[in-house]
């Protein structure tokens, strides 16, 4: 099992930037992908970005191709979710996530770890 603890939501205006972040703790050799969910009031968690640890292979929705950016820090045990160019359509709660074995942390049931969730809210 993994460990992880996001920051580094907030309020901005649109078209302004965030960055997100999330440690892990725990064997994190043993996750085979992670990534970025979100869920906004009355709707269903979605997947955002998703990074393959052994590749670093990343992944995007297309509603936030070129605005957002998955990376990893190895050395930190840290996944960054950096957001440029943010619309009021990116507010959500925003959660790391590790895939279970065979996962390619795409869909809720792949996912065996989540954060907690940090709160990003756009506004016009």
């Known amino acids: 099992q993994v460990q992880l603890v996001e920051s580094g939501g907030g309020s901005v205006q649109a078209g302004g930037s965030l960055r997100l972040s999330c440690v892990a703790s725990?064997?994190?050799?043993?996750?085979?992908?992670m990534g970025w969910f979100r869920q906004a009031p009355g709707k269903e968690r979605e997947w955002v970005a998703r990074i393959f640890m052994a590749s670093g292979n990343t992944y995007y929705r297309d509603s936030v191709k070129g605005r957002l950016t998955i990376s990893r820090d190895n050395a930190k045990n840290t996944l960054y979710l950096q957001m440029n160019s943010l619309k009021p359509e990116d507010t959500a709660m925003y959660y790391c996530?590790?895939?279970?074995?065979?996962?390619?942390?795409?869909?809720?049931?792949?996912?065996?770890?989540w954060g907690q969730g940090t709160q990003v809210t756009v506004s016009s």
């Open positions: 725990g064997d994190t050799t043993i996750t085979r992908c």
């Open positions: 996530a590790a895939g279970n074995a065979g996962s390619a942390c795409i869909t809720v049931v792949g996912i065996r770890d």
